[in-house]
């Protein structure tokens, strides 16, 4: 059989991290296979259901660079397909019309939690052998039901959970088209993975108590059944559920925090799942490594300082032109005018050692294009009253310097801090200070070889 796995969200907000991480497994289960990767999006929800959501699922998708083979498809425009198996199902005796009101469901259901049990619909509609049916009432648009089986247990052996069962009596008669004829979730969701194929069915534990519904639709329908796996929830670090009002839970929130899509996806892959002690490792060879049998059926926390980790390590393994592409835009936001500095590359270079976002890391640059301005505490530490006189003297040495390289730079210091009679951090610190506004800088002699004589002397004399 053809390996295929499908990503099917419902655009009724942000594109989820747990969203993204159940893409990534999907996806890597029909890569490592040779197989098809699908994205469907499941908008039968028309109240809830948006453009702007819709869109914002492509963005993030296409911000994580995770490339789908077909898709996306939408269930709205396959209403006329889930009507026909809807007549097929109640032709055949599976399905059938149920004239119960909401206000006979809310009596049934009142009844059941004053007798502290299951609620199940009492199925006065089902069609059974020696059953007379009521008369179905006039003016009354009827639902229709599917016939799950009274009797026995629903059960799969799940990739990631191992065997899961479900008393067949605990299944209600649940509603497969609604009374205006819209077909619902679970059995629109169950004809496309049928129609499409679907080999593999990869999906958030949340689904579990949908998949013996939806595994008894496809009985009716065919008997072909795809391997189901569960991925446990993503927790916050207090172990609650994530959620927008505590957690940036949205991919474009941490696209403003400044990381990197594939450090997202790196650090998704690890939640749940592991490949020895490996951390830090491309999509290739998560592709390579991931197995389902791996994942851990176990809650995973999220760890936002482990994430920043490994962004740093992908930050250091792009290269100054990639990050030079990903830190300009950045820049323009803070009004940095790029035309007279330095090559960003360059400067990239000295610096991405420092940062564990791009954030952090535009923040590197600035100074090398206009001169950040001095904490109160820097000032106090670091600018005593010798200071300005001391920078004076130290611009007098740089001015005779006829070789401007980091290493001549270099060679001033010693003996100027010899003849001043000071340690290295009383010229080095008010150094930085002058020259880039902040004490927190690389190696002060490769800046300034960076930002060139004119400019340094020129920062020197205004300090």
């Not at 594109?15 to 469907?40: D, E, M, P």
């Not at 880039?436 to 960076?450: F, M, N, R």
Request: glycine share 6%.
């Amino acid at each position: 059989m053809s390996i295929r796995t499908r990503f099917a969200p419902s655009p009724t907000g942000y594109l989820h991290i747990g969203g993204v991480r159940t893409a990534l497994f999907s996806w890597a289960v029909a890569k490592k296979n040779q197989g098809q990767f699908v994205l469907r999006i499941e908008d039968t929800d028309l109240e809830r259901s948006t453009p702007e959501s819709v869109q914002a699922i492509l963005d993030g998708m296409n911000w994580v660079a995770m490339g789908y083979d077909e898709g996306p498809f939408y269930q709205t425009q396959r209403f006329d397909r889930y009507k026909e198996l809807i007549a097929q199902l109640i032709a055949e005796d599976k399905a059938y019309y149920c004239y119960t009101t909401k206000a006979e469901l809310d009596a049934q259901r009142a009844q059941a939690e004053e007798a502290k049990t299951h609620f199940a619909y009492d199925r006065k509609w089902r069609p059974e052998a020696g059953k007379t049916l009521p008369a179905a009432p006039e003016g009354v648009p009827p639902v229709v039901r599917f016939k799950m089986p009274i009797d026995g247990v629903t059960s799969w052996v799940d990739a990631v959970k191992g065997e899961i069962s479900f008393d067949n009596k605990e299944l209600d008669d649940l509603i497969i088209a609604r009374a205006d004829g819209t077909p619902t979730y679970n059995f629109c969701v169950v004809v496309d993975d049928l129609d499409m194929g679907m080999s593999h069915i990869i999906r958030g534990d949340d689904h579990v108590n949908n998949t013996p519904k939806q595994i008894n639709i496809l009985k009716a329908l065919t008997d072909q059944m795809p391997v189901y796996g569960h991925l446990p929830m993503i927790l916050n670090p207090n172990g609650q559920k994530m959620s927008k009002r505590r957690d940036a839970v949205s991919v474009v929130d941490y696209d403003r925090q400044g990381i990197l899509p594939e450090a997202l996806l790196n650090y998704l892959a690890r939640l749940g799942w592991a490949h020895g002690d490996d951390e830090f490792f491309t999509m290739e060879q998560f592709v390579e490594w991931f197995d389902l049998k791996d994942v851990s059926p176990s809650a995973s926390r999220f760890d936002h300082e482990k994430l920043l980790w490994l962004n740093a390590q992908h930050i250091k393994a792009k290269t100054n032109e990639q990050l030079a592409a990903l830190v300009q835009p950045r820049l323009q936001v803070r009004d940095i005018d790029q035309e007279s500095a330095p090559d960003l590359a360059e400067i990239l270079e000295l610096v991405k050692e420092r940062a564990q976002d791009l954030n952090t890391l535009a923040d590197e640059c600035v100074y090398f294009y206009r001169k950040s301005t001095p904490t109160d505490e820097e000032t106090k530490k670091h600018w005593d009253e010798e200071a300005p006189a001391r920078m004076r003297r130290f611009a007098s040495e740089l001015e005779g310097l006829t070789d401007w390289t980091a290493e001549a730079i270099h060679d001033l210091f010693k003996p100027f801090c010899e003849k001043e009679g000071i340690k290295m951090g009383k010229l080095g610190m008010p150094l930085r200070l002058a020259v880039c506004g902040t004490s927190k800088t690389p190696s002060i002699d490769a800046v300034l070889a960076l930002l060139g004589r004119t400019e340094v002397l020129k920062r020197l004399h205004e300090a």
